[in-house]
């Protein structure tokens, strides 16, 4: 057996092991390796001696982030039975799977187990010929993108929101965001760079406008729906074979929400060619073609669903979740990076600098997305 890296907390091979043999599987542990490059979670790759399920996704969960880690699998088996269950009923398209990953229980059948050391560990499965990219790779890409979106919200719109717990309160909600910005800036003393400074003046700038979804909610104009939370570029599974999309991964963040913080943070993550960890922030670009490709897939699901008042906010939830991102980011950096993973002591802040000169590029270019957007209503 053999591991490429040890895990992120010094983990060695045989711990993981005892931890993946507390799951219920149908073969023996032959090989464990992180996997990914998720800012959160610990997550390795579990290869198996079976014959037929030969992967699983194990994952300590980060419970400084989900406090209450029990209520995340909650909502995790509510949304997949849900989701199995309207699978059933309707049919693919000729030459399309949908697969969703299924929580894998412990041999005391429960859907997570806890060490000795009060780490949260769960086990699920792996969606197999399949893979995921940081960056958008070609149009075509760009619309399985939309599609995959498109498609879990499609699955998920009669989903009743008041089932799903919301385990992560304030999250996508950008006024708290600033809130805290504003504690943890009152009580740094971080160097002030040009681009600490950058920072500061730019979120100044946009500090009344930040409240433009969450003012629609609270007056009726926009309403809580099942959301992913996080439907970034790298958390659609791409078929190695076919090139469509096969699922949306990452569950953790499934919660009531407006759907405008999904459509901006997938549109966030993938109108930026260069990505989330471009090294030179100031070539960063939102590109409209990109936008108007995977607007045309998701909307070929969403007309379904979506009022015209939600068409009304779609722009500003473009804007509004590069902005928020940023936002976050670089309290994070202020605060000492305790809740994203960091290489190095100003990732955050290089992080960032990408997300304002995204919303810059969104912002000089409103007219055209802001058209885009028009044609398809």
Known sequence: MQMKEQGTRGDNVESLVAVAEQFKTQGRVVEIREFGSGNINDT?????????????????INTGVFRQPELVMQNMRILTEHVQNRLQRMPLPSGRRWEVPRVLPTHDARSYWSDVGGSFWRAISFIDAARSFDTIQDMNHAAEIGYALGMFHDLVSDLPSEKLVDTLQGFHVTPRYLTHFDEVLAESDFDRSPEVKHCLKFIQERRAWAHVLE????????????IHGDPKVNNVMIDSVTRQAVGIVDLDTVKPGLVHYDIGDCLRSCCNPLGEEAERWEAVRFEPDLCRIILRSYLSFANGFLTAGDYEYLYDAIRLIAFELGL??????????????????EHNLARALVQFKLVESIEFQAKAISAIIQEMK
Do not use: W
């Open 215 to 226: 003012n629609a909610r609270m007056g009726g104009r926009l309403h809580l729906r099942p």
């Open 44 to 60: 390795f790759l579990v290869t198996l001696d079976s014959g037929s399920e030969k992967h699983f996704i194990l994952q300590r």
């Open 328 to 345: 976050r980011f670089f309290t994070d950096c202020l605060e000492g990076n305790i809740y994203f993973k960091v290489r190095y002591r």
